[in-house]
């Protein structure tokens, strides 16, 4: 049998938990407006190439906040200053702060009013009466009307018309718009659910309200990869709070999807020893991280060539298993960190075209480089898939839309779900231990180390 390359495509949804438990507030906009304009698209996009299938991770706690908010039960602060009749001060100076809050030349520019204020934006901040009340209205119409995803405002007629007049909005507007987003945000899990049940999408799951797990454990574990890295002291250890987080992602997710989920990021693709047997106790199949993370496990770097591609491909591009105390724990893979981050990063400066050009090329060349079509491999592209969209052309659509369409039309790869790679298949190893670290740095110097983290 030849197999083609397999490519897990996961795209991690993530926003922090915005809910403030004392007094009832929510400060920042973000869940809503990253429903408005990335959730939804990202699985309309999926739908129109049924030949491809990936993987979403989201966070408990997003869904959450995102279910609330389309139920109507919840609102961020933005939402009710921005429908009121009348500001303070206070006021319009939150919504200088917050209502620029968008890629500027992409997305703003592409608005002649939208595009004005910007241009006004120096003077008012220096002295918020430089803007008018129309001003700010306008501004945070504007804004609400950029975050969604910009096929919607074509087809909505409602919106459309919003976009059309483009100036001299009224709070009835700011209400309208409001609705669509909770519109919009209301049909997230029903098509992602559709999407699963046609074997189209897996959805995998983080700790519900997204901690980095080995910290959680034990904060002294931070210095496996960082020896000498000054810490707290006492060390904070809280077992049995990771399992809870564990065990109510699992909950949680089942009651939003319909069923347990198979898969698991590690909030930060942060793993050390210790949380394997909590993953395992949990029901989890699979876990992910980066490939830094497989290096050091392995002993030896993932290096890579003048064209950033990996000079030992068999290593990096399969599934392992992985020990969890005594016992065998669940299947891990490690995502190709160069492929991750081209997307996330460096794609957004290239036509999109381009862009699913060179990834397609780079998948064929890895898969020419492992010159083994009898074996099964998997390339594992693990990023955000919520924040890079912004600084894309058309919201990311023309690059998705390529990349999605090369994979329908080329047999020598195939983009699969995480669980349907595994499916039937033993891991090509298992690993005696796993090394300890996070996907930034492979170390938790982000969260951990100076004294204010600590």
Known sequence: ?????????????????????????MPMPWV??????DYLHMAEVLAQHPGVHVTINMVPSLVEQMVAWAEGREADDLVAIAERE??????????????????????????????????????????????SDADYRDLVAWFNLAWIDPGWLRRDPALHALIEKGRDFTVADVRLIH?????????????????????????????????????????DIARAPSPGLPLPVPAYRAVEDAAAQLAAAVKAHTVAFGAPPAGLWPSEGGVSPAILPLVREAGFKWLATDEIILGRSLGRGIERDAQNLVTDPRALYRAYRVMAGTELGPSIIFRDHELSDRIGFLYQRLPGHQSADDM?????????????PESPYLVSI???????????????????????????RRGELAAVTVTEFLAGRRPAATLARLA????????????IGDPEHN
């Not at 500001?87 to 592409?110: E, K, P, T």
């Not at 300890?436 to 969260?447: A, E, H, Q, R, V």
Request: overall charge neutral; glycine content about 4%; hydrophobic content about 40%.
């Open 1 to 25: 049998m030849t197999h083609p390359l397999y490519v897990a495509l996961v795209w991690h949804m993530h926003q922090p938990y915005y809910k403030d438990l004392r007094t009832g507030g």
């Open 32 to 37: 809503r407006l990253h429903a408005a304009k």
């Open 86 to 131: 009348r500001w303070s001060d206070a006021d319009r100076r939150f919504i200088l702060q917050m209502c620029f809050s968008v890629n500027w030349d992409n997305i703003i520019r592409r608005y002649p009013r939208y595009a004005e204020l910007l241009d006004r934006r120096p003077a008012a901040l220096a002295d918020p009466a430089a803007f």
């Open 179 to 219: 609705a669509k987003q909770r519109e919009i945000a209301g049909r997230v899990l029903p098509l992602y659910r559709e999407l699963a049940a046609s074997g189209q999408l897996e959805i995998c799951t983080s700790p519900y309200f997204h901690p980095v797990l080995p910290l959680l454990v034990d904060t």
């Open 360 to 372: 397609i090329y780079r998948l064929l060349e890895i898969r020419r480089r492992i010159n083994d």
């Open 382 to 408: 693990i990023l955000d898939g919520e924040n890079c969209w912004e600084h894309y052309e058309q919201n990311g659509d023309v690059f998705l839309h390529a990349l999605y369409s090369s994979f329908e």
């Open 436 to 447: 300890t670290g996070s996907w930034i740095s492979g170390d938790f110097t982000t969260w």
